[in-house]
């Protein structure tokens, strides 16, 4: 009830932000992409949805920045695309994309039980003799919840030193209610568990194997999970509401990374949304492609169905794949549409505005590059 009656707040917030946004331009309907940009973004600024906000758009090949809001409450100074946020949950496709590399290459099977790549010592839940496949971690369709119970559902950062026997404690003592592969619930402990499996297949950590399978051959430098001293320099303070929050990323164990440990810049998610669109060729591109391909069918908000971590939707005709994050202190979204060769980052560092608002931006942007040819 209390995050119904927050979202109506944000919403009505909203509601009045662009109708003072739009008497104080006086120019309710933009005539450049720039302004309806403008439009779209400077709401949630203005009337304190978001401290600030980064937009990256795609068109035809060209790229272009935005940057609204402060990087730091109070503070007047502007993100650029070299500041670097923590990506929340868009960190899952890149897990997803590293998968498929994986089942192109023949090293892992994406219809295996998972119980296959893990130690003996781990008893995997089944269904009536069904088993969890790797496929149904990667479409949330496994039948864990979006959380282990074993986490602190008190603490700020229920991930905050959340181990590898916790999170194995946490499968043995399970039980399934549905058998894998009918239903879609979003997994947060899913998708690391999946980060898990691909970094013992690789025999390293979820860092040193995302980096050799996605980020080394994109060429992917200012992406990372370690907060080095050239990351910290760079780090962009996250918010909830007008208060400094502390990182999420940073104390997250390698168990649970594969979920949302990123941490990234504007340049480098570009260079993603990039290379998923099909603008350059790269050792991923197959890989991507088959990320993108529906695997389970569902409704929901902005939703047809899903890939391997990215969520597919048509609306007005526009194909359109996309992921949403969030993380204490940051909300996150990448979406874009292949065909009409549009695509969008936005990296927010604030976390009071819930995901969906940054979702609903980021498809209100699709939707104006579509229409300023």
Known sequence: MKLFLYKYMIVIMLALGCIFWSCKNNDPKPNTIEQAIDNI??????????VGILVGTIKGGQKTIYSFGEARMGSKEKMTAQS?????SLTKVYTAVALADMQLKGEVNLDDPIENYLPNTVHIPSYEGKKITLRHLANHTSGFPRSPSNADKNAYNEYKDYSEQKMYDFVNGYTLTRAP??????????????????????KSNYEVMI?????????????????????MKNLVQGHNGNSQVESWSQYMQNIVQGAGALISNLDDQLIYLN??????????????????????????IYTD??????NLFTTEGQHIIWKNGGNGGYNSFMGFNKVTKTGVVILVNSSMNPEIFATDMGFEILKALIEFN
């Open 181 to 202: 592969g009918t239903q879609f619930e979003y997994s947060a402990v899913g998708y690391g568990l999946l980060g898990q499996i691909l970094s013992l297949k690789n």
């Open 305 to 310: 169905g899903t890939g391997l971590g990215w």
């Open 41 to 50: 973004v400077n709401p949630y600024i203005v009337l304190g949805a978001d």
């Open 211 to 231: 980096t050799n399978r996605i980020l080394q051959p994109l060429n992917m430098t200012h992406t990372s999970i370690s907060f080095t001293p050239d990351q």
């Open 275 to 300: 290379a998923n669109m099909g603008l350059t060729v790269s050792p991923l591109s197959d890989a991507m492609s088959l990320s993108h391909t529906m695997t389970f069918q569902h409704t929901g």
């Open 84 to 88: 670097v946020l923590e990506i929340a």
